[in-house]
């Protein structure tokens, strides 16, 4: 069973940075992507970046290209998304999702993705 859990949520003003962690285990095959999404109120999910675990490989949505970077720690079973220049446009609930490997780009679908943390709230103040 796979599980996910993100952290590192908060409020921070216009142009801060906030670092988010997903921690996971249970994975059996050593090739998979872990995504990052959010919801915007009155949204839907959509994909933010992605990773695959076997290499370094990621992948980003054109809306926050330049300002997050998504990382991976293999040592630690941990996926980070730094949030530089943060937008209030980015105030969401940010999940992170484990799936197979050839998802990861700068596409992401929900339906693609099998295991889902609780997600952490991120807003950002004008």
């Known amino acids: 069973q796979v599980l996910l859990a993100e952290s590192g949520g908060g409020s921070v003003q216009t142009g801060g940075s906030l670092t988010l962690t997903c921690e996971y285990s249970g994975f059996t095959w050593n090739r998979n992507c872990v995504g990052w999404f959010r919801q915007r109120p009155g949204k839907e999910r959509e994909g933010v970046a992605s990773?695959?675990?076997?290499?370094?490989?990621?992948a980003y949505a054109d809306s926050v290209k330049g300002r997050f970077t998504i990382s991976h720690d293999k040592a630690a079973n941990i996926v980070t998304l730094k949030m530089n220049s943060l937008k209030p446009e980015d105030t969401a609930m940010y999940y992170c999702?484990?799936?197979?490997?050839?998802?990861?780009?700068?596409?992401?679908?929900?339906?693609?993705?099998?295991?889902w943390g609780q997600g952490t709230q991120v807003t950002v103040s004008s």
């Open positions: 990773i695959q675990t076997d290499v370094t490989s990621t």
């Open positions: 999702a484990a799936g197979p490997h050839q998802f990861c780009n700068d596409k992401l679908y929900t339906y693609e993705f099998h295991s």
